[in-house]
């Protein structure tokens, strides 16, 4: 191929061999990288952004605050198969979830005091096994 076709792109000066191609500030090579970067950046700020998803929650007994606390980036609600959580609960972590699960006579009772302390939440969990009595 004729040199002339490569001089003056993809960085390469006039009279520079084109086996050899000399990167010079400001071309678009060198504007990919940063091009790249930017794009990386820009994704990982709205994936932090965006925070936990809300589809994304944890079963577990006697969750401290601390714990709360540290399943906060990842997790947005929780719950103990109870309707009512068996432990403080810092505001600004995972939401409560309250469930309904078996058959003892003060289940009610308990999920009415419950929603009094933390009304309207995000939804109310009922077990669905169907060889269990509940």
Excluded at 19 to 45: D, Q, Y
Aim: hydrophobic content about 40%; glycine content about 8%; aromatic content about 8%.
């Amino acid at each position: 191929m004729p040199r002339e076709l490569f001089e003056g792109i993809q960085g390469i000066p006039a009279g520079q061999s084109a086996s050899k191609p000399r990167l010079e500030s400001g071309t678009c090579m060198s504007a990919a990288p940063r091009w790249v970067a930017t794009l990386i950046l820009v994704a990982w700020a709205a994936g932090a952004m965006a925070g936990p998803s809300h589809k994304r929650g944890v079963c577990a007994n006697k969750l401290s605050p601390e714990d709360l606390k540290a399943l906060a980036p990842g997790v947005s609600w929780w719950y103990n198969w109870s309707p009512a959580p068996d432990t403080a609960v810092p505001t600004g972590g995972p939401e409560f979830v309250p469930m309904l699960w078996g058959d003892d006579p003060g289940l009610w009772a308990r999920l009415d005091a419950s929603l009094r302390d933390r009304p309207h939440p995000r939804a109310i969990l009922a077990l669905n096994e169907p060889n269990l009595k509940s």
